[in-house]
């Protein structure tokens, strides 16, 4: 009997190695490696054949491009996301915290979907049938045209998929689906790639738009190995808190559109509705009555311009080495602006606690932010207090100068619909300025503390 051969295989970027190693070279992550069987050379030619079409060499001036052929998933915000709806053969990554609601909003996409009379195979591989129509019946999703199909094996997906021909697929989720051909078990990295490759060859083949459910590791990044990420077209990531009901659905790869989208929905017992207008939603449960420590900015996320409110907390330390605490914003970012703050404004946090949240569940991590942040740590600090109806929109530089951003005639004009009286901008950023509001262009940010908290 021959001998079986080996491997060594990192479960966190997919490094092998012909022995086990503690510590692996390429990621630095310690126990990570899992043993796997090498398939024999015969068994791996026989399977690339099966999956090898002939395919005729074109001229890409003979090729035509049907820009028609996008179909809506039935929401508005995820529509965005995608760039105007599912692309047919187009493959969909979405990942994120158990209990987010990914199988929620593949499944109401489903419903939307068969509703345009197109089949949808519902892959559940992590729940029975049943439990997919108890989803089902609570969402008031019911249609001939989905079918529920509880399997792990990816061959027999295939035959299914061969029998029904769908025109849209869900898998639920990859890493429970195995190839029986890897020795290593469902959720490895051998696995995963092995089996998203052919469900991409299948969908490629057979113009079938697939969504396929990801798992998230416990720092927040997708599951399995990074070449995960580079074989499918559309990469989201559905976040939020799952003790509340706010979820945000971010674009971090798209073949067919921005990256820079996002949709917001809010989750309730009958399922996911979006919210068309967001800004609204955010300010409502503001404090009429402005507070110290309290700002308002205007965030560009892609089309969409998003009004967050900044909140921020000063106080005395009891400890020799103060905290530093963010939600929402970045950590080194926060200890940049204290830096400049203290050079340039003169205002000392060696012995303070600093505190740093931006409200409704949003990550915001863009520099035109900066201003926002630096007002309402120094209006906490000075117990000061910045109006309610003043918006800051500036990128803060390390001399202490307030620098040009994107999309500036955007957020003033969402500023301006939304009722705001003022907007501080840096200087000579800004070509019309016709606009019902006052607009206070700023060179430095002693000059946007003067002009910020000395309004009538």
Same mark, same amino acid.
């Given at each position: 009997m021959a001998n079986v051969k080996t491997k060594w295989v990192c479960q966190s970027c997919g490094y092998e190695a012909p022995k086990y190693m503690g510590k692996c070279p390429e990621c630095s992550s310690w126990g990570s490696f899992v043993e796997e069987t090498v398939l024999p050379e015969n068994t791996k030619s026989v399977k690339s054949q099966s999956h090898t079409d002939i395919v005729e060499v074109c001229k890409i001036s003979d090729v035509v491009a049907d820009k028609t052929v996008r179909l809506s998933t039935g929401f508005e915000e995820f529509d965005r996301v995608l760039g105007g709806g599912t692309v047919a053969g187009s493959v969909i990554l979405i990942a994120g915290d158990p209990g987010i609601g990914k199988s929620t909003i593949v499944l109401q996409t489903a419903g939307a979907i068969a509703k345009s009379d197109k089949k949808v195979l519902y892959v559940c591989a992590e729940e029975s049938a049943a439990q997919v129509k108890l989803r089902a019946e609570r969402l008031k999703v019911n249609s001939e045209n989905i079918f529920i199909y509880s399997q792990t094996d990816i061959d027999n997906i295939k035959l299914q998929i061969e029998k029904i021909e769908p025109d849209f697929l869900i898998i639920d989720?990859?890493?429970?689906?195995?190839?029986?051909?890897?020795?290593?078990?469902?959720?490895?990295?051998?696995?995963?790639?092995?089996?998203?490759?052919?469900?991409?060859?299948?969908?490629?083949?057979?113009?079938?738009?697939?969504?396929?459910?990801?798992?998230?590791?416990?720092?927040?990044?997708?599951?399995?190995?990074?070449?995960?990420?580079?074989?499918?077209?559309?990469?989201?990531?559905?976040?939020?808190?799952?003790?509340?009901?706010?979820?945000?659905?971010?674009?971090?790869?798209?073949?067919?559109?921005?990256?820079?989208? !996002?949709?917001?929905?809010?989750?309730?017992?009958? &399922?996911?509705?979006?919210?068309? #207008?967001?800004? $609204?939603?955010?300010? =409502? @449960?503001?404090?009429?009555?402005?507070?110290?420590g309290s700002t308002i900015i205007m965030a560009s996320e892609g089309s969409r311009v998003l009004t967050a409110e900044i909140q921020a907390l000063v106080g005395t330390t009891a400890y020799p080495a103060p905290r530093r605490v963010t939600n929402g914003i970045d950590y080194n970012r926060l200890l940049q602006i204290l830096a400049v703050i203290?050079?340039?404004?003169?205002?000392?946090?060696?012995?303070?606690?600093?505190?740093?949240?931006?409200?409704?569940?949003?990550?915001?991590?863009?520099?035109?932010?900066?201003?926002?942040?630096?007002?309402?740590?120094?209006?906490?600090?000075?117990?000061?207090?910045?109006?309610?109806?003043? !918006?800051?929109?500036?990128?803060?530089?390390?001399? &202490?100068?307030?620098?040009?951003? #994107?999309?500036? $005639?955007?957020?003033? =004009? @969402?500023?301006?619909?939304?009722?705001?009286?003022?907007?501080?901008?840096?200087?000579?950023?800004?070509?019309?300025?016709?606009?019902?509001?006052?607009?206070?262009?700023?060179?430095?940010?002693?000059?946007?503390?003067?002009?910020?908290?000395?309004?009538?």
């Open positions: 989720s990859i890493q429970a689906v195995y190839d029986n051909n890897i020795s290593s078990g469902a959720g490895s990295v051998s696995q995963i790639r092995e089996c998203t490759n052919v469900l991409t060859d299948i969908a490629k083949r057979n113009d079938i738009t697939t969504i396929i459910i990801g798992h998230v590791t416990k720092d927040g990044s997708i599951a399995g190995p990074r070449v995960l990420e580079h074989m499918v077209d559309v990469v989201l990531s559905f976040e939020g808190d799952k003790y509340k009901t706010y979820r945000i659905l971010r674009g971090i790869k798209n073949r067919f559109g921005s990256t820079n989208e !996002i949709g917001i929905f809010n989750m309730d017992e009958n &399922g996911l509705n979006e919210i068309s #207008n967001p800004n $609204e939603l955010f300010l =409502s @449960e503001r404090s009429k009555a402005a507070s110290a203290e050079k340039r404004v003169g205002l000392k946090f060696n012995t303070s606690d600093v505190y740093v949240n931006i409200t409704g569940g949003i990550e915001i991590d863009e520099p035109a932010a900066d201003l926002g942040i630096a007002l309402a740590i120094i209006s906490c600090a000075q117990d000061v207090i910045v109006p309610n109806d003043v !918006i800051l929109l500036g990128e803060i530089g390390l001399s &202490g100068e307030i620098r040009k951003i #994107n999309n500036l $005639e955007k957020r003033i =004009s @969402e500023a301006q619909k939304l009722g705001f009286k003022k907007v501080i901008i840096p200087k000579n950023n800004l070509t019309n300025k016709n606009y019902s509001l006052e607009l206070v262009e700023v060179e430095r940010i002693t000059d946007a503390i003067v002009a910020a908290i000395n309004t009538k």
